[in-house]
């Protein structure tokens, strides 16, 4: 049977993705790298002052000799990263004149570009113009020759005029040639014309004078349709006015006969007032020195009366009442 020996040191397997340890597997690498290896207390010899001022000093002369090549590294990279930006800073001024060069040669194409067009343009306008000068002049060719045909037509069926107007001057002696014949033409149809237009003026004149006949007929039927309904407009108000007159007439004799009235019955009232009063003071035996058209102190007194007459009717009426309840106590 095989002994196993138990690792004091086993390996730790991370869990997770390895995606995830890779930094933490370069992390232990160097701190492995700057980890001061540690020997058992009998391999190392005994440290003294002077053992560790030395290592102490050869640390540092190994650092500054670390710092010295570093300086000499970071001087060349920095003369190689000067003389890339200088590259850069050129090729930037290079890209920049070239933008402007090609900015020019692009604006210059397209100036030469729009002088084609606008030449193409006018070219073309030109030729159109050209095309319809000349079509119209073909058509013009074709109507002059439709003209001719027509006029030589015109002269072919009008010879017969000629030879009647020949035969004209032959057969008149007053006539010398045919441009008499003519001449006498025109005048008589000058005279006519001349006559027609005599006739047309006449003819208008008449014309305007029967229109303003007519007009001032209209105007006058007008006035007096207007007088007419002037008239019947003054015989309404006229009516109107007459049947106000007789309705406040009729109101005014409806209002005397009441006034009449109301004066008969305001003088029973006041006859009626007068002879309460006096019975009221001979009953009471006061004297009568009222006015007889005091008609308000006669009001006075039989308001009195007449208070204490409804102050008395209670008195009369509440004993009644006491009489009947002590009349039904008793019972």
């Not at 597997?25 to 980890?35: C, F, H, P, T, V």
Request: net charge positive.
């Amino acid at each position: 049977m095989k002994k196993t020996t138990k690792d004091l040191a086993p390996i730790a397997i991370p869990h997770g993705p390895p995606v995830e340890s890779t930094a933490e597997y370069y992390k232990s690498l160097m701190e492995s790298a700057r980890m001061v290896k540690k020997y058992p207390v009998w391999d190392v010899a005994r440290p003294t002052p002077q053992v560790l001022m030395e290592q102490a000093r050869r640390d540092l002369m190994e650092a500054d000799e670390k710092l010295v090549a570093k300086r000499e590294e970071e001087a060349k990279y920095r003369i190689v990263m000067d003389a890339k930006w200088q590259e850069l800073r050129n090729k930037e001024i290079l890209l920049k004149e070239s933008f402007i060069s090609f900015n020019k040669f692009i604006r210059e194409n397209q100036e030469k570009r729009d002088r084609a067009e606008r030449k193409m343009e006018a070219d073309s306008v030109v030729l159109e113009r050209k095309t319809r000068e000349t079509e119209a002049m073909r058509l013009r060719v074709q109507e002059m020759e439709q003209v001719k045909q027509l006029m030589e037509k015109q002269v072919k069926d009008y010879t017969i005029y000629e030879d009647y107007l020949m035969a004209v001057v032959r057969a008149y002696p007053e006539f010398k040639q045919p441009l008499d014949v003519l001449n006498r033409y025109e005048a008589l149809a000058a005279a006519k014309s001349t006559l027609a237009e005599r006739q047309e003026r006449d003819l208008e004149m008449l014309e305007e004078a029967r229109q303003e006949i007519a007009a001032l007929t209209e105007e006058k039927k007008l006035f007096i349709m207007g007088l007419n309904n002037t008239l019947a407009n003054l015989r309404w108000q006229y009516d109107k006015v007459r049947n106000r007159v007789i309705k406040w007439e009729l109101a005014l004799n409806r209002l005397k006969e009441t006034a009449a009235n109301r004066h008969v019955e305001l003088c029973h009232v006041r006859a009626a007032i007068w002879a309460l009063y006096v019975k009221i003071c001979n009953q009471k035996g006061l004297p009568i020195d009222v006015d007889t058209s005091d008609f308000e102190q006669q009001l006075v007194v039989i308001m009195r009366a007449l208070l204490e007459l409804r102050r008395i009717y209670r008195i009369a009426q509440r004993r009644s009442k006491e009489k009947d309840a002590e009349s039904m106590q008793t019972a």
